[in-house]
């Protein structure tokens, strides 16, 4: 079980003080019914959140494969160099944040890389 609120911020609904006041104005439906106070517990494996007409379920690791493409770095986050996840984002702007490529290419290798944030996977398959 979990609080609606942390769930909610999960689902990238909002940040956690964002989601209040949306729970507060009765914007946030849980199983088809309004929700009720941030600290409601919900079953985050069967729960169904539905807002502006969109419905969310929860997952809580994610996988994606990518080919990187030669001149960009294996890296979360660089401040003077494209990174492989600048590149992911921008073809899935949608994806969860919190993900983090598994293995290292060289800069100007391509190749297969796991986008996951299922973190004991990663260090299992290192």
């Known amino acids: 079980m979990m609080r609606l609120d942390k769930l909610l911020v999960e689902l990238n609904i909002g940040t956690r003080s964002e989601v209040k006041a949306l729970l507060k104005k009765g914007l946030i439906f849980v199983d088809g019914e309004k929700a009720g106070k941030p600290e409601q517990k919900v079953d985050e494996n069967s729960v169904v959140i539905s807002y502006q007409g969109k419905e969310y379920t929860y997952k809580r690791f994610f996988y994606y494969v990518i080919n990187k493409p030669k001149g960009v770095i294996t890296a979360t986050e660089d401040a003077h160099e494209r990174t492989i996840m600048d590149v992911f984002y921008s073809q899935c702007p949608d994806a ?17 890389l796991l986008i996951t944030n299922d973190g004991q996977l990663a260090h299992d398959m290192l």
Do not use: F, S
Not at 96 to 112: F, V, W, Y
């Open 96 to 112: 969860p944040k919190g993900l983090a490529p598994e293995g290292r290419l060289d800069k100007d290798t391509t190749g297969l």
